[in-house]
């Protein structure tokens, strides 16, 4: 049985989801300060510890490939060998990602996406900022969200 919820309680725990991501700090894609580069610092560290001197990373929408290169250098500097198999379907971000790893045989550049299905699909994006057309107005309407809570 469903109940309707009375419109404060429901906007107590619209601010409260709000306020937990600010303080998580969730939606912060930067992870040199989110806390993913410490935690793939720490994971390195315990393959190196079971002794395992090689490791396969999969990035699929690697899109510039950030992430396999922060990867890459961690793994580097701790003495572990890894194999990059890098997918991305669109093909501004592939050419990027040909100009940064194209001469390193540590990476293995896929311009395609990874599905459970075959066939083709449209991919739709902003020209100018080659970001996905479905997440645009998504993304606005979380930037509002910070700065009302922010103001």
Do not use: T
Request: hydrophobic share 35%; proline share 2%.
């Amino acid at each position: 049985m469903f109940c309707q919820i009375p419109w404060w309680k429901r906007k107590l725990i619209g601010l409260s989801f709000k306020l937990f991501n600010i303080l998580e700090d969730n939606w912060n894609a930067d992870f040199n300060h989110n806390g993913e580069r410490y935690f793939v610092q720490n994971l390195l560290r315990a393959y190196k510890k079971k002794k395992k001197d090689s490791l396969v990373i999969f990035d699929v929408g690697a899109y510039e490939g950030h992430y396999s290169g922060m990867i890459r250098e961690l793994s580097e500097k701790l003495g572990l060998y890894c194999e990059f198999h890098l997918f991305e379907p669109q093909r501004f971000c592939y050419m990027k990602l040909c100009e940064r790893f194209a001469n390193n045989r540590h990476f293995h550049l896929n311009n395609f996406a990874v599905s459970e299905h075959s066939g083709e699909i449209f991919i739709y994006y902003e020209q100018d900022k080659r970001v996905p057309d479905q997440f645009i107005e998504e993304i606005r309407a979380l930037k509002e969200s910070w700065s009302d809570l922010r103001d």
